[in-house]
Protein backbone atom coordinates (compact mmCIF):
# COMPACT_ATOMS: atom_id res chain seq x y z
CA UNK A 1 0.00 0.00 0.00
CA UNK A 2 1.37 3.51 -1.19
CA UNK A 3 0.56 6.11 0.94
CA UNK A 4 1.49 9.56 -0.82
CA UNK A 5 -0.06 12.52 0.54
CA UNK A 6 1.33 15.66 -1.40
CA UNK A 7 -0.73 18.35 -0.19
CA UNK A 8 2.21 21.03 -0.17
CA UNK A 9 -0.10 24.03 0.41
CA UNK A 10 0.47 25.75 3.33
CA UNK A 11 -2.14 25.73 6.39
CA UNK A 12 -3.33 29.34 6.11
CA UNK A 13 -3.48 28.87 1.97
CA UNK A 14 -5.95 26.10 2.83
CA UNK A 15 -7.59 27.56 5.92
CA UNK A 16 -5.99 25.27 8.63
CA UNK A 17 -4.50 26.09 11.82
CA UNK A 18 -0.80 24.38 11.87
CA UNK A 19 -1.79 21.30 14.33
CA UNK A 20 -4.93 20.23 11.78
CA UNK A 21 -2.63 20.30 9.34
CA UNK A 22 -0.75 18.04 10.79
CA UNK A 23 -2.99 15.67 12.16
CA UNK A 24 -4.22 16.00 8.38
CA UNK A 25 -1.13 14.57 7.71
CA UNK A 26 0.09 12.27 10.44
CA UNK A 27 -3.66 10.70 11.09
CA UNK A 28 -4.04 9.43 7.41
CA UNK A 29 -1.04 7.73 7.49
CA UNK A 30 -1.38 6.51 10.62
CA UNK A 31 -4.69 5.13 9.94
CA UNK A 32 -3.40 3.27 6.81
CA UNK A 33 -0.69 1.89 8.56
CA UNK A 34 -2.70 -0.30 11.09
CA UNK A 35 -4.97 -0.84 8.28
CA UNK A 36 -2.29 -2.49 6.12
CA UNK A 37 -0.76 -4.01 9.11
CA UNK A 38 -3.98 -5.77 9.94
CA UNK A 39 -3.46 -7.73 6.63
CA UNK A 40 -0.04 -8.58 6.50
CA UNK A 41 0.54 -5.39 3.43
CA UNK A 42 3.77 -3.91 3.14
CA UNK A 43 3.18 0.24 3.62
CA UNK A 44 4.88 2.42 1.66
CA UNK A 45 4.91 6.05 3.36
CA UNK A 46 6.13 9.10 0.47
CA UNK A 47 8.38 11.46 1.93
CA UNK A 48 9.95 14.47 0.66
CA UNK A 49 12.99 16.62 0.38
CA UNK A 50 11.56 19.20 2.40
CA UNK A 51 12.88 18.20 5.04
CA UNK A 52 16.08 19.49 4.23
CA UNK A 53 16.08 23.12 5.36
CA UNK A 54 18.83 23.88 3.00
CA UNK A 55 20.18 20.99 1.39
CA UNK A 56 23.59 20.75 1.17
CA UNK A 57 25.41 20.64 -2.18
CA UNK A 58 25.71 17.45 -4.46
CA UNK A 59 23.89 14.63 -4.07
CA UNK A 60 21.65 13.78 -1.12
CA UNK A 61 21.19 10.03 0.53
CA UNK A 62 19.74 8.78 3.32
CA UNK A 63 22.38 9.49 5.54
CA UNK A 64 22.50 13.37 4.73
CA UNK A 65 20.85 15.11 8.43
CA UNK A 66 17.72 16.31 7.76
CA UNK A 67 16.34 19.96 9.37
CA UNK A 68 12.82 20.07 8.40
CA UNK A 69 11.18 23.27 9.02
CA UNK A 70 7.85 24.24 8.39
CA UNK A 71 4.83 22.39 8.86
CA UNK A 72 4.52 20.33 6.01
CA UNK A 73 8.28 19.25 6.12
CA UNK A 74 7.90 18.45 9.66
CA UNK A 75 5.09 16.33 8.37
CA UNK A 76 7.49 14.53 5.99
CA UNK A 77 9.86 14.05 8.87
CA UNK A 78 7.48 12.41 11.05
CA UNK A 79 6.38 9.89 8.70
CA UNK A 80 10.21 8.60 8.18
CA UNK A 81 10.47 8.62 12.06
CA UNK A 82 7.41 6.41 12.33
CA UNK A 83 8.77 4.05 9.44
CA UNK A 84 12.34 3.75 10.89
CA UNK A 85 10.61 3.13 14.44
CA UNK A 86 7.88 0.59 13.47
CA UNK A 87 10.34 -1.43 11.13
CA UNK A 88 13.34 -1.32 13.68
CA UNK A 89 11.42 -1.31 17.23
CA UNK A 90 8.01 -3.47 15.89
CA UNK A 91 9.21 -5.50 12.79
CA UNK A 92 6.05 -4.09 10.50
CA UNK A 93 6.59 -4.00 7.24
CA UNK A 94 6.85 -0.73 6.33
CA UNK A 95 9.41 2.09 4.31
CA UNK A 96 9.58 5.44 3.58
CA UNK A 97 10.70 6.82 0.32
CA UNK A 98 12.13 10.19 0.35
CA UNK A 99 11.73 12.19 -2.87
CA UNK A 100 13.67 14.87 -4.35
CA UNK A 101 12.91 16.82 -7.09
CA UNK A 102 9.93 15.43 -9.71
CA UNK A 103 8.80 16.46 -13.30
CA UNK A 104 6.63 14.81 -15.47
CA UNK A 105 4.26 15.29 -17.65
CA UNK A 106 0.64 16.04 -16.65
CA UNK A 107 1.82 17.84 -13.70
CA UNK A 108 -0.36 20.80 -12.83
CA UNK A 109 -1.12 23.48 -10.43
CA UNK A 110 -3.87 22.73 -7.80
CA UNK A 111 -5.52 23.74 -4.47
CA UNK A 112 -3.47 21.29 -2.15
CA UNK A 113 -0.04 21.64 -4.67
CA UNK A 114 -0.10 25.53 -5.81
CA UNK A 115 3.48 25.36 -7.35
CA UNK A 116 4.02 22.93 -9.78
CA UNK A 117 8.07 21.97 -10.08
CA UNK A 118 10.61 24.25 -11.83
CA UNK A 119 11.16 21.76 -14.88
CA UNK A 120 7.41 21.84 -14.83
CA UNK A 121 6.98 26.17 -14.77
CA UNK A 122 10.02 26.25 -17.56
CA UNK A 123 7.92 24.26 -19.55
CA UNK A 124 5.12 25.84 -19.16
CA UNK A 125 7.17 29.59 -19.63
CA UNK A 126 8.55 28.70 -22.64
CA UNK A 127 5.43 27.14 -24.27
CA UNK A 128 3.70 30.19 -23.44
CA UNK A 129 6.01 32.97 -24.17
CA UNK A 130 9.10 31.47 -26.32
CA UNK A 131 11.09 32.48 -23.32
CA UNK A 132 12.84 31.05 -20.19
CA UNK A 133 13.47 33.06 -17.32
CA UNK A 134 16.09 31.95 -14.80
CA UNK A 135 17.34 32.60 -10.87
CA UNK A 136 21.10 32.52 -11.74
CA UNK A 137 21.65 32.31 -7.82
CA UNK A 138 19.56 29.33 -7.27
CA UNK A 139 21.48 26.28 -6.43
CA UNK A 140 22.05 22.85 -8.51
CA UNK A 141 19.69 20.32 -7.29
CA UNK A 142 18.71 16.45 -8.57
CA UNK A 143 15.45 16.10 -11.49
CA UNK A 144 14.09 13.31 -11.57
CA UNK A 145 11.79 12.31 -14.24
CA UNK A 146 8.49 11.20 -11.93
CA UNK A 147 7.40 7.84 -14.27
CA UNK A 148 11.09 6.45 -13.43
CA UNK A 149 10.14 7.24 -9.59
CA UNK A 150 7.37 4.48 -10.52
CA UNK A 151 10.01 1.90 -11.56
CA UNK A 152 11.88 2.30 -8.07
CA UNK A 153 8.99 2.41 -6.08
CA UNK A 154 7.75 -1.34 -7.90
CA UNK A 155 10.87 -2.42 -7.09
CA UNK A 156 10.74 -1.91 -3.62
CA UNK A 157 7.44 -3.09 -3.41
CA UNK A 158 8.27 -6.59 -5.02
CA UNK A 159 11.10 -7.42 -2.32
CA UNK A 160 10.42 -10.11 -0.30
CA UNK A 161 11.78 -7.89 2.96
CA UNK A 162 13.47 -4.87 3.17
CA UNK A 163 17.13 -4.43 5.10
CA UNK A 164 16.09 -0.88 6.03
CA UNK A 165 12.84 1.99 6.09
CA UNK A 166 14.19 4.69 4.41
CA UNK A 167 15.10 4.81 0.51
CA UNK A 168 16.12 8.22 -1.09
CA UNK A 169 14.59 7.61 -4.31
CA UNK A 170 16.27 10.78 -6.46
CA UNK A 171 18.08 11.12 -9.88
CA UNK A 172 22.25 11.70 -9.06
CA UNK A 173 22.32 13.99 -12.07
CA UNK A 174 22.20 17.43 -10.62
CA UNK A 175 21.37 20.38 -13.03
CA UNK A 176 21.42 24.23 -12.48
CA UNK A 177 18.05 26.01 -13.20
CA UNK A 178 20.49 27.03 -16.84
CA UNK A 179 21.58 23.94 -17.66
CA UNK A 180 17.80 22.65 -17.29
CA UNK A 181 16.57 25.54 -19.51
CA UNK A 182 19.32 24.68 -21.85
CA UNK A 183 18.19 20.93 -21.76
CA UNK A 184 14.40 22.54 -22.24
CA UNK A 185 15.38 24.91 -25.24
CA UNK A 186 17.32 21.87 -27.03
CA UNK A 187 14.31 20.04 -27.47
CA UNK A 188 12.06 22.70 -28.79
CA UNK A 189 14.44 23.43 -31.93
CA UNK A 190 12.07 24.93 -34.05
CA UNK A 191 11.24 27.70 -31.50
CA UNK A 192 13.17 31.06 -31.06
CA UNK A 193 13.39 30.48 -27.09
CA UNK A 194 15.50 33.13 -25.17
Known amino acids: V ?4 AVTASPETLGQTPERYLRDHLDAALDLVAWAHARRARV ?4 S ?3 FRAPPPGPLDESTPIQPQGVYAVAKAALEQIAHTLHAEHDRDILAIRLGGIFGP ?8 PRTSLIGRMIDQVLDSACITVDPSAPARAWTFAPDVGAAVRSLL ?4 LADALYHVASEELLTPQAAAAAIRAQLPEQNVT
Open 44 to 47: MLIS
Open 49 to 51: DAV
Open 106 to 113: GERARASR
Open 2 to 5: VHGA
Open 158 to 161: ERPT
